[in-house]
């Protein structure tokens, strides 16, 4: 199919060790339609839980931030991250230091964003929190239930 | 009050460790102005028309005297000497360089405070009833529940980038004093037909340019699912809130284009998956905040008896204090509405002043109210008269709770960017008018509200009387509303018809008051009068 998608293509950061989805992402719309693609990409406003018949199938799942300034992506990362999809998942567009660790915590696992990031700005930015407050997608454990000896 | 543990004090120095690293970044060009506004917003820097504004959040409105001395040390510090409370319960400060705003935020996180989500696209911080822990008919006291969704709602990773800024009020009386109605989010603490405690969900109220009451969206969430049920609230606005408009993007329009029943339903649905992933924290948690909320060491044979041979201090009991839930005791109202002042504004010294009396007198506790005033919310009667003396001696005994000179007012054309009007300046006029006439004190409860612009930051629509500042083809002009209420009785202001210039509203405001004094009878409030007899009375006098 021809070349969907514009922007770099250049994954800046990743946390996984597994082999990288070698082929392009297809729109839900395309995804939803023909059953072999591996890799999808959903818009803002795509509904993620329309994947979830099929999510066995998926390895790459990239979302798209056309702007920082909207958050849906974050409960669409979380929403697959609840049902128990294990592939990539990868914020792709407007991503900017100073949304990388809250990405992070909604369940993105690499990070492509439109313009390259200072290394040394996203490293602290992936570090800033030294505890958090609530469960999120990932694995850390929250201040209450360090409170409470869970 | 509560107290920070180490964890809590971690999360506040964190953020201002990141606050300086994305203040740097802006200083060093790293950050357009663009991608820093909302990072600026989430601690609370607003670029208003002369300076930057800084707001500090004062959870639920609870100041310590510790507290309220270093509030005043920053007004000095770093500010022209005021600080400036809002109807959020929170303080801001005018004057602010942008360089200088990591160190506020250094010392104010020295005395556990901070400017978290103050401002921006994100769940705001989270407002109470001032007389929480003192109030007579609350069914327990609502801070701990808030305290609860404070720390909940801290740096939610899912929830910074809302479609737009998030409100939620949490109250556990009858008596709503915090309009907890016109929030995104109103919480009130019942109890059920079994005793046990839970929390009533009012979603999708608000003011701004359309303004409405929150519809009930679920009479009883248990307490051991309130952080669940507040995440599925969210969830649901956060994927279906408009983001095409910003003038839709609340969640009360989302909640009034969907119906209520239907978006119900959805936060039903999300609320189920939800349940299944364990994001509750323990009632452990909720037990632990409870411990710090626990009444003071009342003594327990006060004395009611008061003397009020004064006639000024009987004035100002009857006026500013409230009846307590501890024989003995009473909350003080501390008005910061003196005639001709600036609604809300308290210089360096006056907070000085206020800590110690707080500290002194009132268990080392004080609030913030939302009609921008200040609360000594436990204070022995017998202590009532030199505490009086030594606020009337400071200019802040002005025993003017709840009458037209106890206005609300946004900062308006003075200061903020998106004014159409100045509030400040009419504000003073009316104040200064009704205070001359000796007509303020006829009147008897009536809440004056201004707002310079249809933002509603001085909550209009929720006077006795609102005014709301428009522009009149490039000048100021005024529109005149009456009707409104807040509280367990909310109702929305109506427009009288055309608006006035300054002065004209000044003297409209005044018409309005004598057709209630004409029309009143026995006992009725302005509002009461209003309901009785309508508009119609009052258009007649004011355009005939
Ligand atoms: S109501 Fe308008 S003028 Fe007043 S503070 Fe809000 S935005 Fe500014």
């Known amino acids: ?150 | 009050m509560y107290r920070y543990d180490s964890y809590d004090q971690t999360m506040v120095d964190a953020r201002v460790a990141e606050f300086r690293d994305q203040t740097r970044r802006r200083i060093d060009g790293k950050l357009t102005e663009d991608q820093f506004k909302p990072l600026r917003l989430q601690n609370g820097l607003y670029l208003q028309l002369h300076a930057y504004m800084l707001r500090v959040a004062v959870p639920y409105g609870t100041l310590s005297s510790a507290q309220m001395h270093a509030l005043a040390d920053i007004a000095d510090k770093y500010d022209r000497g005021y600080g400036h409370f809002t109807t959020r319960q929170n303080i801001q400060y005018n004057w602010i360089k942008l360089e200088d705003a990591p160190d506020i935020l250094a010392d104010l996180a020295k005395v556990e405070m901070h400017a978290i989500q103050t401002s921006g696209n994100c769940i705001r911080n989270i407002s109470s009833d001032q007389f929480a822990g003192a109030a007579a008919d609350e069914v327990v006291d609502p801070r701990p529940y808030a305290e609860l969704l404070r720390q909940w709602s801290s740096f939610h990773p899912e929830f910074l980038a809302l479609p737009r800024k998030f409100k939620i009020a949490v109250i556990a009386s009858e008596t709503d004093r915090a309009a907890m109605r016109l929030h995104d989010i109103g919480v009130k603490i019942v109890r059920n037909a079994a005793g046990e405690l839970g929390a009533a969900f009012y979603v999708g109220g608000g003011m701004g340019r359309t303004p409405m009451i929150g519809p009930l969206i679920r009479e009883f969430v248990p307490l051991d699912q309130l952080i669940t049920y507040s995440e599925a609230c969210l969830r649901v606005y956060n994927r279906y809130g408009r983001r095409d408009n910003k003038y839709k993007a609340r969640i009360k329009i989302l909640v009034h284009e969907l119906g209520a029943d239907e978006y119900k339903r959805q936060v039903e649905e999300e609320f189920a998956h939800l349940l299944t992933l364990g994001i509750e924290p323990p009632l452990a948690e909720l037990e632990r905040i409870k411990t710090f909320f626990v009444d003071p060491p009342f003594e327990k044979s006060a004395s009611d008896d008061l003397d009020r041979s004064d006639p000024d201090f009987a004035l100002w009991v009857d006026r500013n204090c409230t009846p307590h839930k501890q024989p003995g005791y009473i909350a003080a109202t501390i008005s910061l509405k003196a005639v001709g002042g600036i609604p809300g504004d308290a210089s360096a010294a006056q907070m000085h002043l206020m800590a110690e009396l707080t500290e002194r007198y009132s268990f080392d506790e004080c609030r913030v109210t939302h009609a921008q005033n200040i609360v000594l919310p436990h204070v022995r009667k017998a202590d009532l008269y030199a505490l009086w003396q030594q606020l009337d001696e400071a200019g802040l005994a002005t025993p003017n709770l709840d009458l037209i000179g106890d206005i609300i007012a946004c900062p308006g054309l003075d200061y903020c960017s998106l004014a159409n009007a100045r509030s400040i300046p009419v504000a003073q006029k009316i104040s200064q008018r009704f205070a001359e006439t000796g007509k303020g004190d006829m009147l008897g409860e009536l809440k004056l509200k201004i707002s310079g612009c249809i933002n509603a930051c001085g909550h209009h629509h929720a006077g006795h009387i609102g005014i709301l500042g428009v522009d009149k083809k490039g000048t100021e002009n005024y529109q005149l509303l009456l009707g409104g209420s807040e509280g367990a009785d909310t109702s929305l202001g109506k427009i009288t018809g055309p608006g006035f210039d300054e002065d004209g509203i000044v003297a409209a405001v005044e018409t309005a008051a004598d057709v209630y004094l004409a029309q009143r009878q026995d006992g009725e409030r302005f509002l009461d009068t209003y309901r009785r007899i309508g508009m119609e009375p009052f258009k007649e006098a004011l355009y005939g």
Request: glycine share 8%; net charge negative.
């Open chain 1, 1 to 150: 199919m021809a070349e969907p998608f514009s922007g770099t293509d250049t994954v800046q950061f990743r946390f996984r060790d597994d082999e990288a989805v070698d082929h392009a992402a297809v729109t839900v719309d395309a995804f939803l339609g023909q059953s072999n693609a591996s890799a999808v990409r959903i818009e803002p406003g795509d509904d993620a839980r329309a994947l979830l018949p099929q999510i066995g199938q998926l390895r790459l799942v990239e979302v798209n931030f056309p702007s920082f300034m909207d958050g849906r992506g974050y409960s669409s990362a979380r929403i697959l991250r609840e049902a128990g999809y294990t592939g990539e998942l990868r914020a792709v567009g407007d991503v900017l230091i100073d949304q990388l660790n809250d990405l992070r915590r909604c369940g993105f696992d690499s990070f492509q964003p439109d313009q390259p990031l200072d290394a040394e700005d996203a490293a602290r930015a992936f570090a800033v929190w030294p505890e958090v407050y609530q469960p999120a997608a990932d694995a850390r454990i929250p201040i209450w239930a360090k409170r409470h000896g869970h």
